[in-house]
């Protein structure tokens, strides 16, 4: 890990999205492409030699550990092919009442990948990593981190080093509805965890930022628009829009289904809000009609603590048109578990790459 360099300093962080995850690599497959091509070693370059810290939540962690180990793009589009429709078991009759799909293809495929016997602490992660996770145990959000100087890490009681990075990657992905509930011995305590994306941190984007610079966690890099980069890749929005929705309509269905990702969203929302309010916002797709894009604007305070990025489609019919997807059902890339429609999902990946991804949103941060 490149902790303590004095140089310009880069973070990437991925949201959440199931198997979504195929849009973001699509994007990292082209950024990696793009960065390589400015870099002294173009054939074996992969993200780890640009991105000092990556973060990710539930299959945003999954592709955020993979960058970490120094893995190239292709081969984690590799996993999510060859393997997306093996992790998506569907469970039986029986277990459906807790869950979806079954978690033993899945926690298999992870120790493969990952190393059953690497922890967070002895994995070749050459990166800073995040995961975010949410213990339902506590009630509490948990972004555990390989960083050195974390207080959990520099416990000895519980040091959260020692924990099986696949398991944390597991619980991390754990989707209320879709998997069960990942255990985790912390010490002397059993932890239940669920999917990170039940918090604030679905797009874990301005708590990797806080991660990166605020005292307490003792990474402490410099903050600046040329100093530090983060950059940021959804997997797709899904607004559950119905102007012809009555007031009877709202039930206790209508709160089971719709509040959870309407909540997921709306944090969404907000951590690339704080993003581009307290960076200079490169580029960034509408957030909404009130605020726009925010991209030029000055940051609050008048100093940009850092420069940002922000690379994501609104999957419904409306957005897929405007970014050129026309001839996808939106209905095939809107679901988390849509294993069936890999390929449309690749393309949208491919076609927020191709509109959105321009080289000059790196130009002060280029590749070694």
């Known amino acids: 890990m490149r902790l ?13 999205g199931g198997i979504r ?4 690599l699509e994007v990292l497959a082209a950024l990696e492409q793009q960065l390589a091509a400015r870099s002294s070693n173009p054939d074996g370059f992969v993200l780890a030699d640009y991105f000092d810290f990556v973060a990710g939540t539930s299959t945003g962690a999954i592709i955020a550990a993979a960058i970490a180990y120094g893995m190239p793009v292709a081969r984690i589009q590799g996993f999510y092919r060859e393997c997306g429709a093996a992790m998506f078991e569907p469970a039986n009759w029986l277990e459906r009442f807790h869950n979806k799909y079954r978690d033993e293809a899945f926690s298999q495929q992870l120790q493969v990948v990952f190393g059953a016997g690497h922890t967070l602490g002895n994995a070749p992660l050459r990166t800073l990593l995040m995961m975010v996770m949410r213990n339902a145990s506590t009630d509490q959000a948990w972004c555990v981190t390989n960083n050195p100087h974390a207080k959990f890490n520099l416990d000895q009681r519980h040091p959260h080093l020692d924990l099986p990075l696949w398991r944390l990657v597991r619980a991390s992905a754990a989707a ?3 998997f069960p509930p990942e255990s985790v011995q912390v010490g002397e305590h059993e932890f239940i965890f669920i999917d990170g994306g039940i918090s604030s941190y679905n797009n874990p984007a301005f708590r990797a930022l806080l991660t ?13 628009e040329q100093s530090l980069l983060l950059v940021s890749v959804g997997t797709g929005t899904v607004p559950h829009v119905n102007r012809a929705l009555k007031r009877s309509e709202l039930n206790l269905l ?13 944090a969404v929302h907000e951590q690339d ?3 581009r309010t307290f960076g200079r916002c490169l580029y960034g797709p509408p957030i909404d009609k009130e605020v726009g894009d925010m991209v030029g604007l000055p940051a609050l305070g008048g100093r940009s603590l850092f420069s940002y990025v922000r690379y994501n489609a609104d999957l419904t019919a409306a957005g897929l048109a405007e970014l050129g997807c026309t001839g996808i059902d939106p209905a095939s890339v809107q679901e988390m578990d849509s294993v069936a429609h890999l390929d449309s999902l690749a393309a949208v990946g491919r076609q927020i790459a191709r509109v959105q991804l321009r080289d000059e949103h790196f130009f002060h941060f280029p590749p070694a």
């Open 21 to 24: 995850g195929l849009i973001a």
């Open 212 to 224: 990166a610079t605020a005292a307490p966690y003792g990474v402490n890099w410099a903050t600046g």
């Open 254 to 266: 209508y709160d089971a289904k719709e509040l959870t990702p309407s909540m997921i969203l709306s």
């Open 176 to 178: 209320p509805s879709y």
């Open 4 to 16: 303590a360099s004095p140089a310009p300093k880069k973070i990437l962080t991925l949201d959440g």
């Open 273 to 275: 809000l704080l993003c």
